[in-house]
């Protein structure tokens, strides 16, 4: 790809060391510890609510996989001809 740079006609390879060499240095930011405005206690909430929505769906999706596969169950049964597949379930008499 070629680019222009004041009506010259010049390849991006050269343009590109130009563009890299640009750095921005923060001194006063540190990557090892975090911003003293920044509240624990907040972040910890947040992280408790987003595990306690994961738990919430995984707990859901295992109770429709064993809902389907019963339904599954249920279907294949009657697709085979069969006029007994639910299981009638009679209270005992004593």
Same mark, same amino acid.
């Given at each position: ?14 343009? #590109?060391? !130009?563009?890299?060499?640009? &750095? +921005? ?6 990557? *090892?510890?975090?911003? @003293? ?13 987003? #595990?306690? !929505?994961?738990?919430?769906? &995984? +707990? ?6 064993? *809902?389907?596969?019963? @339904? ?23």
């Amino acid at each position: 790809m070629i680019g222009t740079v004041a009506g010259n006609v010049m390849p991006d390879r050269l343009a #590109l060391p !130009v563009l890299s060499s640009i &750095v +921005v240095v923060r001194p006063e930011i540190s990557l *090892a510890e975090p911003p @003293e405005d920044q509240d624990h206690d907040q972040s910890r909430t947040r992280a408790l609510i987003g #595990l306690i !929505v994961v738990a919430v769906l &995984v +707990v859901a999706a295992v109770y429709l996989v064993h *809902a389907l596969r019963n @339904e599954s169950k249920l279907e294949d049964c009657l697709m085979s001809g069969r006029s007994n597949c639910a299981p009638i379930e009679v209270p005992s008499s004593r």
